[in-house]
């Protein structure tokens, strides 16, 4: 049998201070959400200023991106492909640029979903959420 690491919730808190530093930075108001490798809330921060439907949005992205091992934007640039059956896969939902896996030693330990800004600028601040870890 194989093992795995898993987020703790000093990682969790870790990653939700360097993302909530990056948006911050930047005068951005999301929501952050980070969710464990089977798309589960762990930590949900929505920011001063942030609007309401991105408390929905964000924890969708982190879902997406976990139980699809990659980032959401691929699924966006799926559906914008021309592909629009890919809407009726079961499960998924936060289809947008912005969900980021976290990825230690080849597995998918969460992700963070952050919305609230540009598709690209909530991935950075998802993406300097998970730098924290330095993994």
């Known amino acids: 049998m194989k093992t795995k690491p898993f987020l703790e919730l000093a990682d969790v808190k870790a990653i939700a201070a360097a993302a909530e530093a990056e ?11 980070i969710s464990d490798d089977a798309g589960n809330l ?29 980032e959401s ?9 021309g592909r629009s059956a890919f809407l009726t ?11 980021v896996p976290i990825v230690k030693d ?17 991935a950075q601040i998802a993406k300097a959420g998970i730098a924290a870890l330095g993994l």
């Open 73 to 81: 934007k691929v699924y966006e640039d799926i559906i914008n492909g």
């Open 106 to 122: 080849g597995q998918v330990i969460g992700a963070v979903g952050v919305s609230g800004v540009k598709s690209n600028e909530d």
């Open 23 to 33: 948006a911050l930075k930047n005068n951005w108001a999301v929501t952050i959400a």
């Open 42 to 70: 762990l930590w949900l921060q929505r920011l001063d200023g942030a609007a309401a439907l991105s408390s929905h949005i964000a924890p969708a992205k982190a879902h997406t991106a976990a139980m699809g091992r990659r």
């Open 89 to 99: 896969a079961p499960a998924v939902q936060g289809l947008l640029e912005g969900g």
